[in-house]
């Protein structure tokens, strides 16, 4: 019986959260570029990465006439500027529908409409008149018969969500309740979604070393490493799915149980100032890669398993022209001529932007890591841990440079390798990491490198003829170290939650 009221419960929340088949990714499509492509190319880029789902910020002509019978689903938007004209006039909103919408579906596969773009933080005076747009812009499409196929949205900036850790305490800023209950009625009832913008990089940043780049970057976790919800026992192993189900959570708090999420926004800048050292390409590689796999993979939050969340990477051009960070002119997949910024690593998951065959991945002795408990994990990998470190010694290739990084680089990959690449082996009291970039180089090639004139070499493990103890991996990792460790870190989550 309650089983089945469960399995009732659940169908309904499937079938509201997802209208058609499955989960997808899609990309946000920034424009602040000194040479943007032409819509045509940019819907050539599109189709070559088989990406299916789009979101523009705007509703530009050139670029809905170029998306006509490609296949592909477009988000449309009313700029913030537009805003107060359309939340105050009826027909300034119906005028909006027919001119970028009307005019060219179905053969531009409109799907939603986002009414502005984080209004409540970036346009706190357009606050009052949101919900008012969003119902003219709402009662234009059913004037022209096209609620069913369109959906009505406004993304929302993760941050209006507060005491967001542990996820099942948070709860919207309850100064923009006046707005959000309106705002989810209307979602509700038309069978919309909730649009967030997700940004595990900000709030890692912000955190201030509370929040683990692990965390944040999707990577692979031991199970005692995990974040534990105290309230409802649920483990959380990334940034991404606590903010999720922290916006489930903070809904169900206004009594909204049944309002599916969908990521309008999340990514990873591949460059930054020098005070924004996480902005690399390894890390934004690393991010993208598995947030993708993460969403297609359709494994779900731990509040909603196997309810996936679908989700737009920010974004398909870096944006050269943008103000501010030199992050924010890199968060592209590519440039402008369309080449990509870095290669995802995406073997086994779709057809979306896969152009990795390769799936490499090193495990690197982390840059800044105490150099005594580098040398004793290199030491510890060339001899209990049986790696072959011959490569090593003077006038072997791996030799230079002759420092302790890069040498326990080459021994921490060999043991990794040695180890099925499984993740915990890549770990060595945390001074060790694993990057998508190959650290080969000149004639030391990295075992499971493709070296740099792309030809394979040997990926045999490295010899184990070393005997010199009997110690255990396990010994090396020291379980009590461990254990201190993961009680931090429940600990650095709780004051995460106040922190933010
Ligand atoms: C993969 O990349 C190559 C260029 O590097 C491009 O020509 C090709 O279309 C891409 N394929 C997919 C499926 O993305
Ligand atoms: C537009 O997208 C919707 C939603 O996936 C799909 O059901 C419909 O067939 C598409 N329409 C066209 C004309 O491709
Ligand atoms: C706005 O116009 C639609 C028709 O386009 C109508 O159904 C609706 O009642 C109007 N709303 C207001 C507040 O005038
Ligand atoms: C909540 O929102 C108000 C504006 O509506 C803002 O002034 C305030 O700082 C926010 N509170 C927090 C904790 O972010
Ligand atoms: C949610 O529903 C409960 C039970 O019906 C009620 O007591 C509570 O006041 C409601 N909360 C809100 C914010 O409407
Ligand atoms: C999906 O994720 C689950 C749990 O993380 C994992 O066990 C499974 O292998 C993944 N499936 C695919 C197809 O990647
Ligand atoms: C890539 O990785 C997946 C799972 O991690 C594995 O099944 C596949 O065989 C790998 N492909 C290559 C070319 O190594
Ligand atoms: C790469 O080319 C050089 C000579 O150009 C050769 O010595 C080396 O073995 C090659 N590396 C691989 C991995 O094939
Ligand atoms: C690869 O390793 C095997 C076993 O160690 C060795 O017999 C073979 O010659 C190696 N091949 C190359 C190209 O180095
Ligand atoms: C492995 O054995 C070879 C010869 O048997 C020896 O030269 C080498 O030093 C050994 N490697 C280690 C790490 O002990």
């Known amino acids: 019986?309650?089983?089945?009221?469960?399995?009732?419960?659940?169908?309904?929340?499937?079938?509201?959260?997802?209208?058609?088949?499955?989960?997808?990714?899609?990309v946000n499509i920034g424009t602040d570029l000194s040479d943007m492509p032409h819509p045509t190319q940019v819907v050539a880029l599109l189709k070559a990465q088989q990406i299916?789902?789009?979101?523009?910020?705007?509703?530009?002509?050139?670029?809905?006439?170029?998306?006509?019978?490609?296949?592909?689903?477009?988000?449309?938007?009313?700029?913030?500027?537009?805003?107060?004209?359309?939340?105050?006039?009826?027909?300034?909103?119906?005028?909006?529908?027919?001119?970028n919408v009307v005019a060219h579906y179905p053969a531009t596969n409109i799907t939603?409409?986002?009414?502005?773009?984080?209004?409540?933080?970036?346009?706190?005076?357009?606050?009052?008149?949101?919900?008012?747009?969003?119902?003219?812009?709402?009662?234009?499409?059913?004037?022209t018969n096209l609620d069913r196929q369109i959906k009505v949205t406004t993304p929302l900036p993760s941050n209006i969500i507060l005491d967001s850790f542990p996820p099942s305490q948070a709860f919207f800023n309850r100064s923009m309740n006046s707005i959000l209950v309106p705002l989810l009625d209307f979602l509700q009832s038309t069978d919309s979604f909730l649009a967030l913008n997700v940004y595990p990089y900000y709030d890692y940043m912000k955190s201030n070393g509370v929040i683990p780049l692990e965390y944040a970057l999707f990577k692979p976790l031991p199970p005692n490493k995990?974040?534990?919800?105290?309230?409802?026992l649920l483990h959380y192993s990334n940034v991404f799915d606590a903010v999720v189900d922290a916006a489930y959570f903070a809904m169900s708090?206004?009594?909204?149980t049944n309002i599916p999420v969908v990521v309008t926004e999340s990514g990873w800048p591949s460059r930054g100032d020098s005070n924004e050292p996480d902005a690399t390409v390894d890390n934004a590689n690393t991010y993208n890669s598995n947030l993708i796999k993460h969403v297609l993979n359709k494994t779900g939050t731990p509040k909603h398993p196997g309810i996936a969340v679908s989700t737009y990477i920010y974004e398909l051009y870096n944006e050269d022209n943008k103000p501010g960070l030199v992050s924010?002119?890199?968060?592209?997949?590519?440039?402008?001529?369309?080449?990509?910024?870095?290669?995802?690593?995406?073997?086994?998951?779709?057809?979306?932007?896969?152009?990795?065959?390769t799936n490499q991945t090193f495990c690197i002795a982390k840059d800044g890591a105490d150099p005594k408990m580098v040398q004793a994990a290199l030491d510890w990998a060339c001899g209990p841990g049986k790696v072959d470190c011959s490569d090593l010694l003077q006038g072997q290739p791996c030799y230079e440079p002759d420092n302790v990084l890069a040498h326990a680089t080459y021994a921490f990959h060999a043991y990794y390798t040695k180890m099925g690449k499984s993740p915990e082996a890549c770990d060595f009291n945390g001074v060790a990491t694993v990057s998508t970039t190959d650290p080969s180089h000149g004639s030391c090639i990295f075992p499971g490198s493709h070296g740099k004139n792309g030809t394979l070499s040997n990926i045999t493990a490295p010899s184990m003829n070393s005997t010199s103890s009997d110690s255990s991996a396990s010994d090396f990792h020291g379980c009590e170290l461990m254990r201190i460790r993961s009680i931090l870190m429940v600990i650095g989550f709780l004051v995460w939650g106040l922190v933010l």
């Open 1 to 26: 019986m309650a089983l089945h009221l469960l399995l009732l419960l659940l169908t309904t929340f499937l079938s509201a959260a997802t209208a058609d088949d499955g989960p997808f990714i899609g």
């Open 52 to 99: 299916r789902h789009v979101r523009l910020y705007d509703a530009d002509q050139a670029m809905l006439i170029a998306l006509a019978k490609s296949g592909i689903e477009v988000v449309v938007s009313v700029p913030n500027e537009e805003l107060l004209a359309i939340g105050q006039s009826n027909s300034t909103a119906a005028n909006w529908v027919s001119r």
């Open 112 to 143: 939603v409409i986002c009414v502005g773009s984080e209004v409540l933080t970036t346009l706190p005076n357009a606050a009052k008149i949101l919900v008012n747009a969003i119902k003219y812009i709402h009662s234009a499409l059913v004037a």
């Open 226 to 232: 995990e974040a534990v919800d105290s309230n409802t």
């Open 253 to 256: 708090f206004l009594n909204y």
């Open 328 to 357: 924010e002119k890199n968060w592209g997949l590519f440039d402008a001529n369309g080449e990509p910024i870095y290669i995802l690593h995406l073997t086994g998951s779709g057809a979306v932007l896969a152009n990795d065959t």
